[in-house]
């Protein structure tokens, strides 16, 4: 019963470095979403996929780009990190208006 | 396109007090609502969503809230807090058919004994 799986749950990044947030779900659901989550601000959309083959836009998805695998996997890569991306992650998925199911998080700091 | 606005952004409460936290939100079109809560160092878990139907929405943990269209409210809320309530919940909205939902800013409850 895992649900969302987000990895890794920590990492720390040198500006300029690039990497990728993994994130799998194993419930069938068609739409995935990752936000952002810094204090005073709430969460963020950075991107989301409605459905396998397709990804959007949200509010935020300057320095990011996302891959969406298959039906079970969405990837978020950070190209060329900087400090202002020093934020803690989530990845969701959702089928329907049924609410999102989060992952546990990501927390990423750049130096 | 939506937006929500959640009016506190800490409450503290002793325990066993009711509880009620405050989000207003603005579309041009229909919406669903959604109260998560959100305990240190986890994500968020669904505690209530309004679809339709019925306006008083029962979730878990004991909290409930209430869709006003014409106050453009839902706000969420408990009789009786217990110290494990202590968390930060935040509120969202959707527009009927897309798949984005739009969250406020958060609340954190404080639960004191």
């Known amino acids: 019963n895992a649900g969302v799986t987000q990895t890794p749950k920590f990492q720390v990044l040198k500006t300029g470095q690039s990497m990728t947030l993994q994130c799998a779900q194993d419930?069938?659901?068609?739409?995935m979403y990752w936000y952002r989550q810094d204090p005073g601000m709430g969460l963020r959309l950075i991107y989301y996929?409605?459905?396998?083959?397709?990804?959007d836009k949200g509010e935020v998805p300057n320095g990011y780009n996302v891959s969406r695998l298959n039906k079970r996997e969405f990837s978020l890569r950070l190209e060329s990190a900087a400090p202002s991306q020093t934020s803690v992650y989530f990845c969701?998925?959702?089928?329907?208006?049924?609410?999102?199911?989060f992952g546990s998080g990501t927390r990423l700091t750049v130096v | 396109a939506q937006s929500v606005t959640q009016l506190d952004s800490q409450v503290p409460v002793f325990e066993e007090a009711p509880v009620e936290l405050r989000c207003n939100y603005s579309?041009?079109?229909?919406?669903?609502l959604f109260w998560y809560v959100q305990y240190p160092n986890q994500g968020l878990q669904l505690l209530l969503k309004?679809?339709?139907?019925?306006?008083l929405v029962k979730g878990i943990n004991g909290f409930e809230a209430e869709f006003n269209k014409s106050q453009t409210s839902f706000h969420l809320r408990k009789p009786s807090v217990h110290i494990s309530d202590t968390a930060e919940y935040f509120c969202?909205?959707?527009?009927?058919?897309?798949?984005?939902?739009?969250f406020g800013t958060g609340t954190r409850l404080k639960v004191l004994a």
């Open positions: 969701a998925s959702s089928e329907r208006d049924y609410g999102y199911t």
């Open positions: 419930m069938n659901h068609n739409s």
């Open positions: 996929s409605a459905s396998e083959g397709t990804t």
């Open positions: 579309s041009s079109v229909s919406v669903y």
């Open positions: 309004y679809l339709s139907g019925s306006t």
């Open positions: 969202a909205v959707s527009g009927l058919g897309t798949y984005k939902y739009i």
